[in-house]
């Protein structure tokens, strides 16, 4: 099965910054997906993105395909941004399953 | 909309306890899943199923079974608890099999003491 890992770990940003989330991915992949962890524990959904650019108000996503990498940009952050990011990726022979990456822990100060 | 719903927030429950978790969907999805979320593990499949009746075991099925008798319902069943199945339990769904969204319900933090 493919890995994916996110990068980095744990962000620390000042309320009205900007940042990006990384997530390399090992093997092709046909579905790609972002989440956000809210402090109760409830997966979000934010892309679904396999390949291409999208964006929704102050996020924004873009999938290469062919370099096996993800990228979250988040400008003008709030602390309500604040919580786990995911990224998720499944490949061919997964049936759709999605292996989830270790997360980005994003913590937005006032 | 999709809509995914857990049947509890929280559950605290005693070792040897059978336990069920249930989960719904309003989408008239074919493909249900139930994950567990542990720190430093992150989240891993522990079963899924893309239809009635039918389900397949993910990366950690063991001690837990699954049970889908209507395409809208989908649940885990721990036999007899134990103290290292306290975790997180997400339950998700997605269109059919193969390459779609995945939806999550709101999660079951489940305590065995």
């Known amino acids: 099965g493919i890995q994916v890992e996110q990068s980095p770990p744990d962000l620390i940003l000042q309320e009205g910054a900007n940042s990006t989330l990384r997530c390399n991915f090992s093997?092709?992949?046909?579905?790609l997906q972002w989440f956000h962890q809210n402090p109760w524990g409830q997966l979000i959904n934010l892309f679904y993105?396999?390949?291409g650019t999208k964006q929704n108000g102050r996020l924004s996503a873009t999938t290469v395909a062919t370099e096996r990498y993800s990228l979250l940009y988040i400008s003008s952050s709030q602390t309500t941004d604040s919580g786990v990011y995911f990224c998720a990726a499944a490949y061919g022979g997964s049936q759709g399953n999605l292996i989830f990456g270790k997360g980005t822990k994003l913590s937005v100060k006032p | 909309d999709v809509k995914v719903t857990q049947s509890s927030r929280y559950l605290v429950k005693r070792t040897g306890e059978k336990v069920f978790l249930e989960c719904v969907q309003d989408m008239d999805h074919e493909n249900m899943f139930w994950y567990r979320q542990d720190p430093g593990l992150g989240l891993r499949l522990i079963y899924f199923?893309?239809?009635?009746?039918?389900?397949e075991k993910g990366d950690i099925p063991e001690g837990y079974s699954v049970s889908r008798e209507k395409k809208e319902r989908f649940s885990l069943i721990l036999e007899s608890a134990s103290t290292n199945q306290t975790s997180m339990y997400l339950c998700?769904?997605?269109?059919?099999?193969?390459?779609?969204?995945?939806?999550f319900g709101p999660g079951t933090r489940l305590t065995v003491t």
């Open positions: 199923s893309y239809d009635v009746k039918m389900k």
């Open positions: 998700a769904s997605s269109l059919a099999r193969g390459p779609y969204e995945q939806y």
């Open positions: 093997d092709s992949v046909n579905n």
């Open positions: 993105i396999p390949s």
